[in-house]
């Protein structure tokens, strides 16, 4: 074999990837969501000082947010399924080693797209709720902006499931 | 079942690249999407009647997003060694692949955001402005294009 990366990384067991990118999809995802739900509720709260009409409304922001967890989590549970126990003389095969790259990838995916969509769905929500406060026919409007946010999460998720678990190769996993 | 041909680890550069893709042009659409709106929602206190027509550069920042999908899945759905042998060269050219259309993606990402936020509060105070905040969002779709035809190229040659 030669001497490249590929030498450091057979010696990695493929457990490690796929264990890290399930913990990956899952822990970023809610870190994206928590950051969005902060930023959002913080402007919410304050603004609704003022105009207390709008935190009904406001919470689809919140939803939205949340949603992108929730993505997380299911992605998760299942690249976790994916996941079992082979004898040890095939922990270093080449079906085990592309089987645990691929959940790590997905993982990555998964987890760094909701990160992303959660802190833009934020801000937007934020302005959002401030804008309605002062103008309430800008709600809907800024909302439709929100949606175009939130589909970021979506594409991550898309790719995540769509392209890395359709093969058979990952039935025959780590 | 046909056997695994090529190389072990090549499939963990391909898969990095799918991903850089698909998470590099997410982190542009994000900052874009996000910019834009926030001077829309500014913008939209003054004057409501404009907003419809300043979401454009919210468009062009979710376009980005679509970008780094397809690449993505492109590069997923090449790595498939029991069909086709995937060899370093292979795993190689997927991640710089994806990485040229992530990067390019996220540039373009933070110029649509940057120029959008600017151009939606001028237009409120000055209508003319409208095409040339439109052409300067456009001029930074090419910078992705050249990134998503790398892609291709590099593809061909597999």
């Known amino acids: 074999m030669s001497s490249s990366w590929s030498r450091a990384l057979t010696q990695i067991s493929p457990y490690t990837f796929a264990s890290i990118g399930i913990a990956i999809s899952i822990g970023v995802s809610v870190l994206g969501a928590a950051w969005g739900i902060y930023i959002t509720g913080s402007s919410l709260i304050g603004a609704a000082i003022k105009a207390p009409r709008i935190t009904s409304k406001n919470l689809i922001s919140v939803i939205f947010c949340e949603a992108v967890a929730i993505y997380g989590v299911i992605v998760a549970i299942i690249l976790q399924t994916k996941l079992e126990s082979v004898p040890s ?5 080449p079906e085990s080693l592309r089987a645990g790259y691929a959940i790590f990838a997905s993982g990555i995916i998964v987890g760094f797209a909701n990160l992303m969509c959660g802190l833009c769905v934020g801000i937007i929500g ?7 406060a002062q103008n309430s026919t800008l709600f809907v409007k800024i909302l439709v902006i929100e949606i175009f946010g939130s589909a970021l999460g979506l594409f991550g998720v898309i790719v995540a499931c769509a392209a890395h678990l359709d093969h058979n190769q990952i039935i025959s996993c780590c | 079942m046909s056997t695994f041909s090529g190389d072990e680890t ?6 990095l690249g799918a991903a850089a893709a698909l998470v590099f042009s997410c982190m542009g659409a994000a900052y874009g999407t996000a910019k834009s709106g926030v001077g829309v929602a500014s913008m939209g206190v003054m004057r409501p009647e404009l907003v419809m027509k300043s979401i454009v550069p919210v468009v062009m920042a979710g376009v980005l997003g679509i970008y780094g999908l397809i690449i993505a899945v492109i ?9 086709k042998s995937y060899y370093l060269f292979d795993g190689y050219a997927h991640l710089s692949s994806g990485l ?10 933070m110029a649509i955001g940057i120029v959008g936020d600017a151009g939606v509060r001028a237009n409120a105070q000055q209508p003319k402005l409208f095409l040339v905040n439109l052409g300067q969002t456009k001029i930074r779709w090419p910078r992705d294009f050249a990134g998503n035809n790398s892609v291709i190229l590099l593809q061909e040659q597999l």
């Not at chain 2, 590069?75 to 069909?83: E, L, M, Q, V």
């Open chain 2, 10 to 15: 090549a499939p963990f550069f391909g898969f």
């Open chain 1, 89 to 93: 003389s095939k922990i270093y095969d």
């Open chain 2, 75 to 83: 590069i997923s759905t090449g790595i498939n060694p029991k069909a």
């Open chain 1, 126 to 132: 934020s302005s959002c709720a401030l804008s309605d």
């Open chain 2, 100 to 109: 040229a259309c992530g990067l390019a993606g996220l540039s373009a990402g």
